[in-house]
């Protein structure tokens, strides 16, 4: 393929450009399956006819990674394209909904098994002991505050479950 932000060519798989050092999805420079110029708000490459300029992208496991957010509300967009620019660095800020919400933010979002096991262990901590399962839950309500973005991104980009 080609990078999208310098227009060179690149191995299809590669996560990070080796000629500009960016992640090669990442700008709308140049078509990526022809290396043509394109303008950042052209959804088809003139040149190849390449039907849509959305691109996913590889990983090294061979998942899917999805880099166009377009369709999610724009805090989320923000979020996400932050997190895709710092080459997964940045993590993602606190997020109310997700700490208010936990679990059940978790599984409107997609990040089902963090969910689960949260709602899992917090039932059973409870019949242990009451106060227990209070504190439990706390806890792993803060942790959908603090990662609850990161959580989302590596769900909805990666379709990976429990980022660590
Ligand atoms: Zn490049
Ligand atoms: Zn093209």
Same mark, same amino acid.
Request: aromatic share 16%.
């Given at each position: 393929?080609?990078?999208?932000?310098?227009?060179?060519? !690149?191995?299809?798989?590669?996560? !990070?450009? +080796?000629?500009?050092?960016?992640?090669?999805?990442?700008?709308?420079?140049?078509?990526?399956?022809?290396?043509?110029?394109?303008?950042?708000?052209?959804?088809?490459? +003139?040149?190849?006819?390449?039907?849509?300029?959305?691109?996913?992208?590889?990983?090294?496991?061979? !998942?899917?990674?999805?880099?166009?957010?377009?369709?999610?509300?724009?805090?989320y967009?923000?979020?996400?394209?932050?997190i895709?620019?710092?080459?997964?660095?940045?993590?993602?800020?606190?997020?109310?909904?997700?700490?208010?919400?936990?679990?059940?933010?978790?599984?409107?979002?997609?990040?089902?098994?963090?969910?689960?096991?949260a709602?899992?262990?917090?039932?059973f901590?409870?019949? !242990?002991?009451?106060?227990?399962g209070?504190? +439990?839950?706390?806890?792993?309500?803060?942790?959908?505050?603090?990662?609850?973005?990161?959580?989302?991104?590596?769900a909805y980009?990666?379709?990976?479950?429990?980022?660590?």
């Open positions: 393929m080609f990078c999208r932000n310098c227009g060179k060519e !690149i191995n299809d798989q590669a996560e !990070i450009c +080796i000629h500009c050092g960016t992640r090669p999805l990442i700008k709308r420079n140049f078509c990526y399956k022809c290396g043509a110029e394109t303008k950042p708000n052209q959804e088809i490459c +003139i040149k190849c006819g390449f039907i849509s300029m959305s691109s996913t992208l590889y990983t090294k496991e061979q !998942i899917p990674y999805r880099t166009e957010f377009s369709n999610l509300s724009q805090y967009q923000d979020e996400f394209n932050k895709y620019s710092s080459g997964d660095r940045y993590r993602g800020k606190w997020n109310w909904w997700a700490f208010s919400f936990g679990a059940l933010w978790g599984l409107t979002k997609g990040v089902w098994l963090a969910s689960v096991i709602i899992i262990v917090v039932v901590a409870g019949l !242990i002991v009451a106060p227990l209070w504190i +439990i839950a706390t806890i792993y309500w803060f942790i959908f505050g603090v990662r609850g973005n990161w959580m989302y991104y590596n980009a990666k379709k990976k479950q429990l980022p660590i």
